[in-house]
């Protein structure tokens, strides 16, 4: 581990499937400046800035020259980073790289996405040009193909399923920033909405939306100083897979990248029993399927246990550990901030300042990002610096 | 965010772009592309470490990080691994236009092969489709060397 580093500081902006009274430089400024605020601080404290962006999906190269000086970093040590859906969770960790080595007392990273500026499915199409393009069906497709491997391996049902979509839905309801909000959802209303790619349905998949989101990361000294409950980044480790879908073996079953992102991330911090020891959990489900593979895969309970984990609610915000007290992806998803969201959401509960989605005194978040076929990130945020 | 009336006053600035790649495919995708165009074979290329029999074939293997070894033939059958039937309209990215749907897509293991291909099924109804299926690759008649040479996989049994 590198020096003590905490985030001070988060800010949103309201994610909505259109935001055409900006442009993505303007709407990277409104993020960006609210965190800025939160944390008390001027663009001239900011040492080092890290933007996350599919830079495809707005169809402009260069994200971070057009955008940069909407996040401050003019004259700046800034650059961007890419890695699909992982790109936001990617970009947090870069920042707390710089201010964990002890080069930079302080950074920030803002993830954006600005659906509604592009075509995300050309975007998706342009996969490996050999191989994935001819058949390519975006994210939905390949994750429809996955689904049905997840169901005959472990037996999750459709209800169950939907029941994730509820939770999320719901949730979203508490958090000011969310877009789809949705208080009266049912599981009928889930399974009755038009079928994407079988057996996946439209409101169990995430949205495209526009959105920015902000995170300030500071050393010790002056994280202790600025905020009176830093959120102190306890792990952060990133893990990539193969290239090809058809080399990851049942991938919702096996995503060996996330269970060895959380094996390593949860002996750094001697975590034996996630359900009980996190008080929150942000993790990145781009769709109801994974929210539940992912409980398995992050020990939360055992294989073939995730459904129950579901109809128990256990994972509700009344539950044992709540997961996705913002919604999550399947909610909000600005793909490029959407990881960033998970981070920044993660710190909100330990920096108390989640409004009508607090979880009551946090000190343990777990934190994920998924992205492309298989790529995983894990961060464990805490209220103690060790 | 700005108020109806304001937002009306913003322009919008269209713009559609029409853009030419030509993507060298290496050694490995060469000899693979041809040797199914010129005699309807599929190959895949076995790792010297692991032994894995990769398609696509590749020059090193990701897992081990040594060169691959030798060409064998895979397929043309084999077993569908995962499947699904996609009903939403997506643009087919080796002609730019949509394809029809509903489509079976599955990932399918040709025999002899350790990891999968996606590719179209002939069979698009998810009620007749499960793991463990068993097809078999339809080649074009006049092959252009490329993934588009396998037209989709019919059903067997």
Same mark, same amino acid.
């Given at each position: 581990m590198g020096r003590r580093t905490a985030i001070i500081g988060t800010g949103q902006t309201r994610h909505c499937s259109k935001r055409e009274d900006v442009n993505q430089m303007e709407l990277v400024y409104e993020a960006a400046t609210a965190a800025l605020k939160d944390a008390e601080?001027?663009?001239?404290?900011?040492?080092a800035v890290v933007l996350a962006n599919m830079e495809l999906f707005e169809g402009r190269a260069l994200p971070d020259m057009w955008c940069g000086e909407g996040a401050g970093a003019f004259m700046k040590h800034a650059f961007k980073i890419s890695t699909g859906g992982t790109s936001g969770t990617s970009g947090a960790i870069s920042g707390y790289y710089h201010v964990a080595s002890g080069l930079f007392n302080t950074a920030m990273v803002v993830g954006f996405e600005k659906?509604?500026? +592009?075509n995300t499915s050309a975007g998706m199409a342009l996969t490996d040009p050999f191989w994935d393009r001819h058949i390519a069906a975006a994210a939905i497709g390949n994750f429809a193909l996955s689904v049905s491997e997840y169901m005959a391996d472990r037996g999750v049902t459709e209800e169950q399923s939907a029941k994730v979509a509820v939770k999320a839905r719901r949730n979203a309801c508490?958090?000011?920033?969310?877009h789809l909000q949705m208080p009266d959802l049912t599981v009928k209303e889930v399974l009755e909405s038009p079928m994407l790619a079988y057996p996946v349905h439209r409101l169990e998949m995430c949205p495209q939306s526009d959105g920015a989101c902000a995170i300030i990361y500071a050393g010790e000294e002056l994280a202790k100083k600025k905020c009176s409950r830093p959120a102190w980044v306890r792990a952060a480790v990133t893990r990539h897979d193969h290239?090809?879908? +058809?080399?990851?073996?049942?991938r919702l079953s096996t995503i060996r990248s996330l269970k060895e992102a959380a094996r390593v991330a949860y002996k750094m911090v001697g975590i034996k029993e996630p359900l009980k020891e996190f008080d929150v959990a942000e993790i990145y489900d781009p769709l109801t399927y994974a929210e539940i593979a992912w409980y398995e895969a992050l020990g939360?309970?055992?294989?073939?246990e995730g459904g129950r984990l579901i109809d128990d609610g256990l994972t509700r915000m009344d539950g044992e550990l709540p997961v996705n007290p913002s919604g999550g992806v399947i909610s909000t998803n600005p793909v490029g901030a959407s990881g960033t969201i998970r981070v920044a959401e993660g710190a909100l509960q330990i920096h108390g300042k989640?409004?009508?989605?607090q979880v009551p005194d946090v000190n343990l978040v777990l934190v994920t990002g998924y992205g492309v076929y298989c790529w995983s990130d894990v961060m464990i945020l805490s209220g103690r610096p060790d | 965010m700005k108020k109806d009336n304001q937002l009306e006053e913003l322009l919008r600035i269209p713009v559609h772009m029409k853009l030419h790649y030509r993507f060298p495919a290496g050694t490995h995708y060469t000899r693979f592309f041809r040797e199914m165009k010129d005699s309807g074979k599929i190959m895949g290329v076995k790792c010297t470490q692991c032994g894995r029999v990769l398609v696509p074939p590749r020059p090193v293997c990701g897992e081990c990080f040594v060169k691959t070894g030798d060409w064998v033939p895979v397929g043309p059958k084999g077993t569908v691994k995962a499947y699904t039937s996609i009903y939403i309209k997506f643009i087919d990215g080796s002609t730019g236009k949509p394809r029809p749907s509903p489509y079976g897509s599955g990932l399918i293991q040709l025999d002899g092969a350790f990891s999968t291909i996606n590719h179209i099924l002939e069979e698009g109804d998810p009620e007749k489709l499960y793991i463990g299926m068993r097809v078999e690759a339809v080649l074009k008649e006049k092959r252009e060397g490329n993934i588009g040479d396998i037209l989709f996989f019919k059903t067997i049994t």
């Amino acid at each position: 581990m590198g020096r003590r580093t905490a985030i001070i500081g988060t800010g949103q902006t309201r994610h909505c499937s259109k935001r055409e009274d900006v442009n993505q430089m303007e709407l990277v400024y409104e993020a960006a400046t609210a965190a800025l605020k939160d944390a008390e601080m001027t663009v001239k404290d900011i040492d080092a800035v890290v933007l996350a962006n599919m830079e495809l999906f707005e169809g402009r190269a260069l994200p971070d020259m057009w955008c940069g000086e909407g996040a401050g970093a003019f004259m700046k040590h800034a650059f961007k980073i890419s890695t699909g859906g992982t790109s936001g969770t990617s970009g947090a960790i870069s920042g707390y790289y710089h201010v964990a080595s002890g080069l930079f007392n302080t950074a920030m990273v803002v993830g954006f996405e600005k659906h509604s500026d +592009g075509n995300t499915s050309a975007g998706m199409a342009l996969t490996d040009p050999f191989w994935d393009r001819h058949i390519a069906a975006a994210a939905i497709g390949n994750f429809a193909l996955s689904v049905s491997e997840y169901m005959a391996d472990r037996g999750v049902t459709e209800e169950q399923s939907a029941k994730v979509a509820v939770k999320a839905r719901r949730n979203a309801c508490n958090n000011p920033h969310a877009h789809l909000q949705m208080p009266d959802l049912t599981v009928k209303e889930v399974l009755e909405s038009p079928m994407l790619a079988y057996p996946v349905h439209r409101l169990e998949m995430c949205p495209q939306s526009d959105g920015a989101c902000a995170i300030i990361y500071a050393g010790e000294e002056l994280a202790k100083k600025k905020c009176s409950r830093p959120a102190w980044v306890r792990a952060a480790v990133t893990r990539h897979d193969h290239i090809y879908l +058809g080399e990851v073996k049942n991938r919702l079953s096996t995503i060996r990248s996330l269970k060895e992102a959380a094996r390593v991330a949860y002996k750094m911090v001697g975590i034996k029993e996630p359900l009980k020891e996190f008080d929150v959990a942000e993790i990145y489900d781009p769709l109801t399927y994974a929210e539940i593979a992912w409980y398995e895969a992050l020990g939360f309970c055992k294989d073939r246990e995730g459904g129950r984990l579901i109809d128990d609610g256990l994972t509700r915000m009344d539950g044992e550990l709540p997961v996705n007290p913002s919604g999550g992806v399947i909610s909000t998803n600005p793909v490029g901030a959407s990881g960033t969201i998970r981070v920044a959401e993660g710190a909100l509960q330990i920096h108390g300042k989640g409004g009508k989605r607090q979880v009551p005194d946090v000190n343990l978040v777990l934190v994920t990002g998924y992205g492309v076929y298989c790529w995983s990130d894990v961060m464990i945020l805490s209220g103690r610096p060790d | 965010m700005k108020k109806d009336n304001q937002l009306e006053e913003l322009l919008r600035i269209p713009v559609h772009m029409k853009l030419h790649y030509r993507f060298p495919a290496g050694t490995h995708y060469t000899r693979f592309f041809r040797e199914m165009k010129d005699s309807g074979k599929i190959m895949g290329v076995k790792c010297t470490q692991c032994g894995r029999v990769l398609v696509p074939p590749r020059p090193v293997c990701g897992e081990c990080f040594v060169k691959t070894g030798d060409w064998v033939p895979v397929g043309p059958k084999g077993t569908v691994k995962a499947y699904t039937s996609i009903y939403i309209k997506f643009i087919d990215g080796s002609t730019g236009k949509p394809r029809p749907s509903p489509y079976g897509s599955g990932l399918i293991q040709l025999d002899g092969a350790f990891s999968t291909i996606n590719h179209i099924l002939e069979e698009g109804d998810p009620e007749k489709l499960y793991i463990g299926m068993r097809v078999e690759a339809v080649l074009k008649e006049k092959r252009e060397g490329n993934i588009g040479d396998i037209l989709f996989f019919k059903t067997i049994t």
